[in-house]
């Protein structure tokens, strides 16, 4: 099994080693970046050129490590108990296995992906050390180990909220992706607007990268951004001339709602664009 | 195999352990890589660095064994790029200063031109630019981000030789100044949970142990809400030579509001003597007992000073020493009562470590506090405050 990219992803070459490494050594690849650089979507992309399934495990500040696992839904037995149920007898009826639980049942190898670790409490990783480094855990109500019949990629993303243990790092492969350059951006673009006339592109990305030169924004646009606001640019049918026209009255890029998330943001840049105006004329 | 190497990273304070390096020779058996450096360094990278912060320090590491760099003396030392930008002035330490003033922004940025160009002509194969670096006025300079970034812009013939030299991940690098997400996030650390107030969630855990022991019938148990029970108060000096790290102290204060629930922030003047304040466009009408605030606050308060502590020593060893006015008690001792009164101490200092043995008075506060109380501003430094008052000693 190797990965090298997809038709709607492009993996430069650092990244699909590291992935290419995980599969290899079969250790879970913890990847970081800014947001927008599709961390989250990597662990659909590898599965999808894997043909693997995929098993997806959102974090929140709530989540604990035991969900992951499995739940005992202690409500519906208690439910069951008060209305008689024979199937109270059995505890097994109320055993909910989680994602890794359902990972390490898979009868084909599988890609898991746990999203944004770092949202969880900050003990949630130090639970996992013993699931991921065997990929097996004890079920207790049941008494019976459940052991990975095909050890699972495991790809855990992080928005660097927390600092995760040194034990856990050390279990981990580690890759931070980095905002790419623009020859990467330019194919990534292409990847997703093959039909994009290649002029409007080109002005695109100039006015995408003028942008995130400017001093003090609180939230740089990245890639993501950057597609959303070529789809606006491309449903409205904006024209490159308008793009272009970067030194007279036209100096906010048309859209750019798209671009820039937040408000102190649009009024420092049009603050700054109103500036270059004045020195223009 | 690569033995050597794995203790080169050690020695440059790499945090890899004997796992990792297993896991490298095992990638290799496995013939993940070909016999390609460019490849061998991206590997290296992924199974030996967990942090994107240790990426600039490991680009460097690596630099030096693969090429035998030898290791330039102030190699990590930077030129702000804010020089180019007047607005940002105050960031620059005493020392860059200094250089800036002796030289005309022009001049500066002609001379910066001129060390690209010789950058570049290293890339090509000379190494004239490493002789000549040690004498010029950016003494401190060394590699540049600009210069890097010059570098980079041929991206027809990115090699990753080029990508460790560039060293693209330095802004990551923990050393250096913060912003307020990072603050907040080295804050946290400093958080105890505890349950407080009113019973209001329901404790699963609780109930399912009390209706099994009721035999089965539903026994509700609720406990009250987790919350961050720590408590601080922020003695931030301001004026004088504290101008200069003024951003900084605003974000590491707005970071600080938006953690901690019991936060009391008071200002000071160089040293705390009698009186602090708490809004400091009316310093002089309302001012606060500091025996007052001794006596209000309970000693499970944590106190950090921000400060540059860079003053005349007589502030610190002299009855009235202080610069506004004449003070009964010599600031050591008003500094003794506080770390009495509360003693989770730490000092935040915006001026850089190194720099601090050349301030007489910051020593002197040191001696106050107890040496290792007292550290840089950077996030580096947050994160070891919060560390140290987190542990058992306070």
């Known amino acids: ?281 | 195999m690569l033995v050597d190497f794995f203790l080169h990273l050690k020695a440059r304070q790499i945090p890899v352990s004997t796992q990792e390096l297993l896991a490298l020779l095992e990638a290799l058996q496995a013939r993940l890589v070909g016999p390609d450096i460019d490849d061998f360094y991206l590997l290296a990278r992924t199974l030996l660095v967990k942090d994107e912060s240790h990426y600039d320090r490991f680009d460097r590491a690596f630099g030096e064994y693969f090429k035998g760099i030898e290791q330039l003396p102030g190699l990590d030392a930077e030129i702000p790029e804010d020089w180019l930008r007047l607005a940002a002035r105050r960031h620059l330490s005493e020392e860059e200063r200094k250089t800036l003033e002796q030289l005309s922004y022009e001049k500066i940025f002609e001379r910066l031109r001129e060390r690209l160009a010789e950058q570049k002509e290293r890339h090509a194969g000379g190494n004239k630019w490493i002789g000549t670096g040690g004498t010029s006025p950016f003494g401190h300079g060394g590699y540049n981000p600009a210069g890097v970034r010059i570098g980079g812009d041929s991206a027809g013939n990115r090699t990753a030789i080029k990508v460790w030299e560039q060293r693209a991940y330095r802004n990551l690098d923990d050393q250096v100044e913060l912003g307020t997400r990072n603050i907040k996030v080295a804050l946290r650390r400093l958080r105890r949970f505890a349950r407080q107030g009113a019973a209001n969630e329901l404790d699963l855990d609780g109930t399912i142990a009390g209706t099994a022991r009721n035999g089965g019938w539903l026994d509700l148990h609720l406990r009250p809400e987790r919350h961050n029970a720590v408590k601080v108060l922020l003695f931030l000096d301001v004026g004088g030579s504290m101008d200069d790290h003024i951003q900084v102290c605003e974000e590491l204060f707005s970071a600080a509001r938006a953690e901690f629930k019991h936060l009391e922030h008071f200002y000071f003047h160089n040293g705390v003597y009698e009186h602090v304040w708490r809004d400091n466009r009316r310093r002089h009408d309302e001012r606060l007992s500091t025996l007052d605030l001794i006596h209000t606050y309970g000693r499970d308060y944590t106190l950090i000073f921000v400060g540059d502590a860079t003053m005349s020593p007589y502030e610190v060893d002299h009855p009235g020493g202080s610069v506004e006015h004449w003070n009964e008690e010599s600031g050591a001792v008003w500094l003794q009562r506080l770390v009495a009164a509360w003693p989770r101490v730490a000092w935040l200092n915006p001026v850089n470590e190194e720099y601090w043995q050349y301030t007489p008075s910051i020593a002197a506060i040191r001696r106050q506090i107890g040496d290792e109380r007292m550290f840089p501003l950077t996030l580096d430094g947050l994160e070891r405050a919060m560390r140290r008052l987190a542990s058992a000693r306070g």
């Open chain 1, 1 to 281: 099994m190797r990965f090298s990219g997809t038709d709607t992803y492009v993996a430069p070459r650092d990244l699909t080693l590291a992935v290419n490494a995980a599969i290899a050594l079969q250790r879970p690849l913890l990847i970081k970046g800014e947001p927008g650089t599709g961390k989250t979507l990597l662990a659909e992309e590898v599965a999808g050129a894997l043909g693997l399934p995929l098993f997806q495990w959102h974090i929140k500040s709530t989540t604990k490590a035991q969900q992951g696992l499995y739940e005992y839904d202690a409500v519906s037995r208690l439910r069951d108990s008060q209305l008689g149920d024979p199937r109270v007898a059995d505890i097994a009826h109320y055993i909910v296995p989680g994602v890794l639980w359902q990972a390490f049942e898979c009868a084909t190898p599988s890609v898991v992906l746990i999203d944004e670790i770092d949202k969880a409490d900050i003990e949630f990783p130090n639970d996992l050390l013993r699931e991921l480094d065997r990929m097996e855990f004890h079920c207790y109500e049941l008494q019976k180990t459940i052991r990975a019949r095909h050890r699972p990629l495991i790809v855990i993303t992080s928005n660097n909220e927390k600092e995760l243990p040194d034990a856990f790092l050390r279990r981990c492969f580690f890759h931070y992706i980095k905002f790419p350059d623009r020859e990467t951006r330019q194919r990534i673009v292409a990847v997703h607007f093959p039909t994009l006339k290649q002029e409007l592109l080109r002005e695109a990305l100039e006015v995408f990268f003028d942008l995130r030169e400017v001093p003090g924004l609180k939230k740089k646009p990245s890639t993501s951004e950057l597609i959303d606001w070529l789809k606006l640019l491309l449903a409205e049918d904006i024209p490159p001339e308008a793009l272009r026209a970067k030194d007279a009255r036209d100096a906010i890029p048309p859209l750019h709602g798209a671009l820039l998330k937040n408000e102190q943001d649009i009024h420092l840049f049009e603050r700054l664009a109103f500036m270059a105006r004045r020195k223009n004329s």
